[in-house]
C-alpha cells in the first residue's frame, strides 16, 4: 500500500539525499520538513524549485543541508531568511546560485532523459560564471551565437504537499504542474497531502487533468495542514502571524534553537 | 499627491501601449503602474495592456506551472517586467546576491530569481528602486546578477530601458544612464551626490510632471480597488481603500 | 469579443500558413478542416503532432498541403491514408518524416524560446538520414557521445478542438496538454468548441488545471460535434460506419472527389 | 488452442518480470500478453508489471499530454515495448515508411511514429509480425525507421530482444536473430523458406512450448474480460467474451 505514516513515507529521504521542493505557491511540505529535521537528516542537497522561504532556512538552520541550488531565499515581506543568510557569511553551505528558469529547464531535460538544456540569457552573468556545471556553446543554428547548456537535474527524491489523493497513490496538484516534472524528474516522489479521497482521480477527466498518476508515486502520507506555517493556495492562508515570530526568532542561533524546541521538536506546531 | 502616486505615474507612461506587462511579487507601485495602464486602456477601448501580478493566483492566468512565466517570456509573449537590485550600478547591471568577495560574502541578497533570464528577453524592463543612495547605486556591482547589455552577438531582445527612484527617472540607452527628470521637490544636484554612477544629463534637466487630475482619480478610484484585493495594507495606506469591501 | 464564426475564426489560416494540429486522441477540428477546404486554403505546411488519419488524407486529397511534416499518416484499423499514400508515390508533397517524441520536442524548444531541443535516438535511423534541418552534435556533457539537436518549430497557427471555452477565450483541454504547448509554440491560436459555457474556467481551481488560458487564444468558435467524424474522447466515439465510407471512397481519386461533394462541400456532414 | 493464444502466452515469457509494459495501438495480442503477465502478478501477489494500453485513456495514466509516453520512456520508466515494421531485416532494422527509392517510392507505409526513439530507450522491445514472410523478413530495409543495433559509443538503453511471428520466435543479441523455436505445426525447414534474411539456428530446434491449462484458463477467463474493455471484436472472436457484459 502506498500510503503511510508521515515517518514511514519519508525513509527513502537519506542523508546526503539529493532532495527536490516547491515554492509556496505550489504547496511547502512543512509537516514533512519538520519530520525529517526530528529524524536528523543530514548532507542534504536541497534544490528548491525555484525559490524557497521557510523551509530552505529552516533546514538549513537546523544543519541538515551540505549544498543548497536555488535562485533565491528570503521571507519574502518579513526580509531576509536569517539562517540562510548567516549559512552563506558564515561558509557553512556550498550554495549553488541558479536563476529560476534554469531549474526549471534543468529538471525538464532529466523528464525528458537527455543530457542538457539549453536555455538563452545568462551570458555575461556571475550566476553563470560561478557554475562550472553550465557550459557554453555556439548554437549550431545559429551564426556566433553563444548558448547555455545546462546538464539534467536528477534529483533522488521529490518531496511535495497537495491538497488530496487517492487510494491508488494519485496525488491531485491542479495548476501547479512544477510539481509533476519534479516527480518525473526525481528518482521517487514523497507527497504529503491534506487528505485521502475514495474516488479515483484518474477516473473523472476533470479531475485527472490536475493529477500527478500514482504511478510516479512512491509513498503518500496525510498530513493535515501539511504546509503550515506556509500556505497551501485556494486552501489555507499563510500564518503570517506565527511567520513573524519565526523571523524574530531566527534571527539568532539561539533564538533559531528555541524556535526548533518550540514548534518542531514538541510537535507545538499544530 | 502622494510619491507613490507620482511614481506610479512616471511608470504607466514608461510601460506605453504593449500587450502585456507582468510585475513580480511584492511591487505594489509597479502593479500600480500596471493597473493604471489597464484602466486607461479600457477606457479607451483598446483592451490592453493584460496585466499579470505574480504570485496572485487571481491575477495571473498561469496553468502550466512555475515554468510558465518564463516560458511566456521566451515566446515574447512579455512586454514589460520590473526588476530591481540591492546594487544597481552605471552599466545597468544588477546584484541581487552578495556584497564582498563571492568566496567570503559580507552581505547576502535573497538570490537572482529569474533576473539572469528575463533581463535579456523581456523588451522594457524597468528598473525599481526606491532608495537612492550611493550605497544602492553604486559605480559597478559586486556581484553580476544580470548584466544591462550584452555584445552584439549575443541573444538578446530584451534588457532596462529606464531606472524610476524616490527622486528622479533615469533612461537607460547604450550601456549608459541619462537623467530624464527629476521629481517634484528634488534636485539635480543631490541626484549627483546620492548616485555613485557616473550618467549623462541635458543641459535643463526637466522636473518629472506631476499625474494629471484625470490620472489620480482613475488611480484612486478603479485602480485602488483592484489593487485592495493583492495589497489591501498598500491600498489602505495610500489610497485609503478598505480591502475587505471590495476583495471576495 | 473572441468568439465568434466558425468561417471568420479560420481567418488567419492563410494559403502558405504553417499549422499544427493534434492527434486524434487530442481533439481533431474536423468541421474546421472542412470549412477550410470549402474555403480553398492552398499550399499549407501541415504539422500533425504527433500522428494524424483522417484529417491529415482529407486535406492533402483536397489539394490544400504543400508540405507535411509527422510521424505517420493512417485509417487505423481501416488501413492506409489513401489520398496520403497517393501523394507519396506520386510526389505531389513534401514529405518531412519526423518521430512522435521529435515533435513534441520542437514544439517544447518553441514554448521555451530556444532555438534547439536535443533528443535520444535517431543515430542511425533513415529518418535522421533525410532531416537535413536536424542537427547531430558530440554532446558536451559527454565523451564522444552523439545526440541529435532538433531546430525549434513555431508554427504560424495552431488549430484545435476542445470540449469548452468560456467567455474570456479560456478552453478546457483537460489531460491533452499537447495542446497547451501547441499553442505556446504557435503564433497564434484558433480553437474550436462544443459549446461556451457561462463560468469563468480559470476562476475554479478544479477546471483551472485543464485550460488553455485565454490569453493564448486568437479566436474561438463553436462548432457542435465539430471533431466528427473523429472521436472526442470522454464527449463521443469515432463515427466508425463513416469513417468506413470514406476509407472506400478514398480508395480512388474520383471516389474521394465524391465524397468531397457530399460531404465538404454540400455540408452534409451532420 | 488458438494461435493468439500461443503467441500471446510467447511474449508474456519474453515479457518476464519487470515493472512496466506499455502497448501501442491495434496491438490485441501484444495487449493479451501484457494482461497475462499482470493477472500472473497480481495472483503472486507482486503487483506488477503495470500495464499501459494506448489509445485507451481508461488503460493510461498519461495526465501530460501525449510526450508523457516518451518522456516515461527517456526516463527509464518503460520496460517493455512492442514495434513490428512494414519490412523487417536481419540486422534488427524496421522500416515503417517506404520500399522502393526514397524519392519515389513505390510503397507508402504510415511512418516510424516512435520507433526512431522508443528503440532506442526501451530495454525490452519485442518485435511482433504475424506475416512471416520473404515480403516481410528481408535481407535489408529499404528504410531504416529504427536501427536494430548501434555503435558502441551511442547512447541505447533498449533495443529488440525478439521477433515473434506466426511460425516462430527468434531472439535477437549482438546485431542478429537466432531461431529459438518453432510453433507447433511449423519447421525449421519452412521458416528458412519464408525467411529473407540469414539467421542463427542450434543444431536441434524446439518446438515452442504450448500454454499449460493454468495459463489458457487465465487468458481466457480474466485476461479475457478486461481485453473486451479495449478489443472488443478480439476478445469476441479469440475468446468469445462479449464486451458489453463487461465494459461500462
Known sequence: MIETTLEEALAPIADGCMLVVPREVAGVPMAATRALIRRGVKNLHLIALPTSSL???ILIGAGCVATLETS??????????????????????????????ALHAALQAAEKGVPFMPLRGLIGSDVLKYRDDWKVIDS?????????????????????????ADRFGNVWIGRQRELVTMAHAAT??????????????????????????????ETVAVAERGAWPLPLPDHYAADAE????????????????????????????? | ??????????????????RHVAVGNASPIPATAALLARARGRLQGVGRPYVSLLGSAKHTFWTDGGRELFDCAGQGRIDVFFLSGGQIDGHGNINLVEIGPHDHPKVRFPGSFGSAYLYFVVPKVILFRTEHSRRTLVPQVDFISAPGASDPNVFRTGGPIALVTNRCLFSFKDGRFTLDSVHPGHTVEEVIEHTGFDFDRPKDVPTTAAPSAETLALMRGDVARELAGVYPHFARQVFGVAADAFAK
Chains 1, 3 share one sequence.
Open chain 1, 140 to 164: 549550431p543554428f545559429g551564426n556566433d551565437d553563444p548558448i547555455v547548456l545546462l546538464p539534467a537535474l536528477k534529483p533522488d527524491v521529490a518531496l511535495l504537499h497537495a491538497p488530496m
Open chain 1, 188 to 217: 521517487r516522489t514523497i507527497a504529503t497531502v491534506e487528505k485521502i479521497v475514495d474516488n479515483d482521480l484518474l477516473a473523472d477527466p476533470l479531475t485527472a487533468a490536475g493529477t500527478l498518476p500514482g504511478f510516479y508515486v
Open chain 1, 55 to 57: 523551509q530552505a532556512d
Open chain 1, 72 to 101: 533565491a531565499v528570503s521571507l519574502g515581506e518579513l526580509g531576509p531568511a536569517p539562517r540562510f543568510n548567516a549559512a552563506i557569511t558564515g561558509g557553512t553551505i556550498v550554495m549553488k546560485d541558479a536563476t529560476c528558469p
Open chain 2, 1 to 18: 499627491m502622494r510619491d507613490e502616486e507620482l511614481l506610479a505615474d512616471v511608470i504607466t507612461r514608461l510601460i506605453g501601449d504593449v
Open chain 1, 242 to 270: 506565527h511567520l513573524a515570530l519565526y523571523a524574530k526568532m531566527a534571527a539568532t542561533a539561539e533564538g533559531f534553537t528555541d524556535y526548533l524546541d518550540r514548534y518542531v521538536h514538541e510537535k507545538r506546531a499544530a
